[in-house]
Structure formats: C-alpha cells, structure tokens
C-alpha cells in the first residue's frame, strides 16, 4: 500500500501543472467573475421561489433591497443561501468540466511520456510491478485529476458562499453567514461533486483504459494512435451500415457524462436547506443506479483488459 | 548463484543481438562486459534485468527476470546506459519516493551521501548537471540494499574526474563478498583495476569469459624486432601492432620459454586485449 501511494505521489509530481494548477487558475477566474458580479448589477440572473415568494436576483444589490423590503431577515437568510448554493455550481461545474478534459490529456502522456525520457529505466528498477504502475497511472490520471478539481471547486464555491453571506449578513446587520453556509448544504454539495467525479470515471473507464494501452503502445505522437483505431472504425460503421457509428455514440456518451443523468435547478432553485441536501442524495442515487446496467458493467471488463494489456506492453517495453 | 544462464539468446526480426550464450556469476565478483557497440551487452543486461524476453533459461538470484522483476528489484539495483532519472521531479521527491517504494532504501545513507555533493535537495533533476545526476543516481543506487548491482556504461559522457570517483565508490560502499556487480562499457582502462571476471563480447557471442587471474596466465604480450617477426608469427599471436622498429605481439596460451626467446614477455592491458579479442584478425595491423 505504502508503495502505491508513492506511485500516486509520483504520479501527482509529474502532472502537477495539470492536476493542480489548472483547476485553481480556472477556479481563480471563476472567483473574480462572481465576485465582480456582486458589484455590478445584472451581471448575474438567478430566479428564487420561495413558498410564497418569487425574487428575481440580479445582483447582490438585487438580494439586499429583497431583504430589506419584501422579506424579511427571516426569509431573506434562505434566499442567502440559495443563492450561495447557486454560487457553488457555478464555481464547481466549469473546474470539473475543464478537469475531466485535462484528464484525457494527462492520461494520453502517461505512458508514453516515461518512455521518451527513458525514465521508465529507473521506476523499472524499483521493486514494483507493472501492473501496480499501471493501475496508478490509470487512477490518478482519471480519478485524482477530477478529485483535485473537485477539492479546489469546493474551496472556490465555500469562499463565494462566505463572501455572499458577508455581503448580506453584513446588510441586515445579523450573523446570517453562518447559516448561509448551512453544513448540510456544503456537505451535501461536496459529496455530490466527489461522487460524480467517481461515477463520470467509472462510465468514461473504458475511454480512459483505451487511452492508457495506446499511450503505452505508441511509439510516437500518442493522441494520433489513440484517434486512428476508433474513428477507422467508425467510418467502417458508416460506411457499411450506413447509418450513424455504434462506437462514436458510445464515446461521446460516455465522455460526455450523460449517463449520470445530472439534472440540478441551476437557475430556478426550491430551497430548504433539508430540501438541497435530498435533492443531492436524490442526484448521487441516479448515479449510483446507473451502474445496475450492463454497458456499465461491460464497459469496466474493457478497462480492466485495457490495463492489464498496458501492463503487459509495459513489461516487454523499454523505448 | 546470482546468474545461471543457458542458452541465453535474444532475436529482433531477423537480427540475432544475443547469440545462445551460457555462464554463471557466483557472488563476490565484479564482472565486465565488454565489447563494442552493437556487440549485444545492453542486450544482455536488459535480459538480466528482466527488461525484455528473451531464450532459454536465465535464473537471477534464482527468479525468472521477465515473470520476477518487481520481485528481483528488491535485491538488484541498476544504472542504465543513459540518464534515466526523471527530469521534472526535485531531489528530495525522489529521494522521498523511493522511500515509499523499495524498502531496501536507506534515505538517510543517500542524504549523507548528496550532503558531501554540490546537488541540492530542491533542485529538479533538470536543473543539475551531468555529473551531478550521476551523483544523485549513485547516491540512490548506493543506499539500497542489494546484492547485485548491474550498471550498464554508467559513466558515459562524464569527466575524468567522475569517472575515478564514481567506481572508487562503488568499491568502497558496495562491494564485498556477498555481493556481485555487473559492468558494461567501452572504457576498458578505467575499470579494468575494479575488476575480478571479464567477458567480452562480439557481434553478439560471448568470445572470452575468464577471471582476471586466468587472463593473466593465459595471455602475454612481447614486444618484437623486426628482424625476429617470422618466429613471433610462427607462435600464431591472436593480435599484432606495428611501431618503430618492432611490433607488439599478444600470444594466448604460447609457451614461456618460446615467448621469453622472443623478448620481455609482459601482462596484457584489457585494451590490447579488448581489441585482440573483438577485433577481426588481421585489421589491427
């Protein structure tokens, strides 16, 4: 175990700028984004229903005149954190979108980067096996590119969240920021980042795994022997069933995350705090039924074919 | 036993690198390969490192290389032929990784051992020298505990300097009876005092496999005059070199007493012999 958290370590040092460095720039754009839109009026829209109240917020203005005249301190502290919630997708989605696409990239170079600088002569000289290296390349390349994303998301989204709940509880002159940032909603917020980077990962696996095996058999330019095999396929497709390609859609199905079936009120939001939190456990529940379906299941043998066969290029490979 | 091969052979398409090859390495010796390029040393020490598939049978410290490697890694250290430290990573990450990975590591050893280098604990492995990735790679190397050490033209490209330094600390802090090392390179004089077993290597055979001692009494070089050329040729030296007014012959196996008719017979450096030896006949002179 210790020898494979090292190998994660590695990993982590190797792609750093990727893993790391690219969700925090995109995060620290974000956080100016959203903060300059707590200055400007309508550089921001969001629709609040509340039970008997319908608030159109275009501005942390906007939310401070709503509380001042037709709330209430009462009912202005879940429009608070409704709108603090709102901040937190919109500071999560675009680091992991960004993430999951580094992520091809980091896998693409996995492999085949270790070989053109020959140092896959000093990792095989430790006493480790190829298949441990691979199923950590594999993992950290996937899951621990999302999860830095979704530790800096969720960092990102906590700080907008404190800074909205500031601003309104600095208004209405009353602590209200404590429970702008309500633990069930972050909480709820951070699991359901955190599961859907692990179900994204566990439908994209073949794609990841496919990407692996040609990084490790590439003798060259890894992203041409990665494309060539299932776009010459998806031609075959077309052309002799002429009709759209089986693999192409299943790709793009599978990058593209729409077996997760994400489906969150980004612009109309029903809040209570115990309301958010279900609707997220409802969300993590799609996801995880998701995974009772064959493809699935299919899809995670390819993978695990795909790593074993990256392990066994890797054996037998040294340029 | 820590090498047993038999048969040993090696095929890329049509090219044979590694002609079937058989030989033991018992602990406590310091074996050269040697040989020129192309002549299949690297080959032969990738299959002992279980680096690639291969023919016949090869036992190291009785595993299967290519099944075993991770395995064989715990008591093998290697340097190979060209810098293979990772170029992005700082000095202390990898110290700290190795740590993680192989449990035969002493870091504190390797610390103690860069602290009296210029190498510095932050600096990527980029930003260092050649001599000073030697030296980190060494420091590494030299801090496992392993009982055999394989290092293939580990000091190419580097200074005189290094060179010396490099196999006076693999003598001092490695060697011993219990353990074996494994060397290949071009530069014969440089290691030709380290070592106790020598093979050299042509066109992918094994052409000589003998102790140093062995090569000692087997092998003499006499300097000739001109005038007594036919007797030497008659002794069927196996290498000849012209210089002013005489030629420097090397004899194996030619009785003394014939050889001391001729002139001073004397011990053959590993140079003379190195070309004696992978050289075609006749090319030298």
Known sequence: MKAFLSLLKSEHLEHRAGQLWTPVIVSAILLVLLLGGMLYEGSMLINVTLEDTNVDVRSVGDVLEAIRTDLGPEKAKPVLQAIAFSSTYIALLPVLLIAALASYFIMLSSMHSERADRSVLFWKSMPVSDLKVAVAKFLSSSLGTLLFAAAVGIATALITAICYAVAGSTATATPEWQSAIHPAVIGSTALLAIATCLFYVLWAAPVYGWILLASAWAPRSPLLYTAIPPVAIGILEVLTTRSGSWLMREIGTRVSGSMLHIDLPLGNVLYSPSGLAGMLMNQIATMAASAASPRFWLGLVFTVLCIWGTSEIRRRRIA | ?285
């Not at chain 2, 300097?161 to 003598?171: K, P, V």
């Not at chain 2, 070592?195 to 066109?203: A, F, G, K, W």
């Not at chain 2, 992918?204 to 009494?217: F, H, M, P």
Request: aromatic share 4%; hydrophobic share 45%; no cysteine.
């Open chain 2, 1 to 285: 036993m820590i090498v047993e091969a038999n048969g040993l052979a090696k095929r890329y398409g049509q090219i044979q690198a590694l002609k079937p090859t058989s030989f033991s390495i018992p602990p406590g010796r310091i074996v050269g390969i040697i040989g020129p390029n192309g002549a299949g040393k690297s080959t032969l020490v990738n299959a002992l490192l279980g680096l690639i598939n291969h023919e016949g049978s090869l036992r190291v410290l009785d595993r299967d290389p290519l099944k075993d490697r991770a395995s064989l890694m715990h008591e093998v250290s290697y340097i190979a032929d060209v810098a293979t430290l990772p170029r992005w990573i700082r000095v202390k990450d990898l110290l700290s990784i190795v740590e993680g990975i192989h449990p035969r590591f002493d870091r504190r050893k390797a610390e103690d051992r860069l602290a009296r280098t210029t190498v510095r604990p932050t600096a990527r492995v980029r930003e260092l020298s050649k001599g000073m990735i030697v030296q980190l790679h060494l420091a590494i190397v030299l801090s496992i505990d392993a009982r055999l050490l394989v290092l293939d033209e580990p000091t190419l490209g580097l200074d005189l300097i290094n060179r010396r330094s490099f196999y006076d600390a693999i003598l001092s802090d490695f060697f011993d009876e219990t353990r074996s090392i494994i060397v290949t390179t071009h530069q014969v004089e440089e290691i030709e005092h380290v070592l106790t077993h020598v093979m050299m290597m042509r066109q992918g055979e094994v052409v000589l496999d003998a102790s140093i001692d062995e090569l000692s009494e087997r092998f003499a070089a006499v300097d000739v005059p001109d005038s007594r050329k036919a007797e030497a040729e008659a002794l069927r030296p196996v290498y000849s070199r012209r210089a002013i007014g005489r030629t420097s012959y090397v004899f194996d196996s030619a009785p003394q007493d014939r050889l001391a008719a001729l002139g001073e017979p004397r011990r053959v450096s590993l140079a003379d012999l190195f070309v004696a030896t992978v050289q075609p006949k006749g090319e030298a002179e």
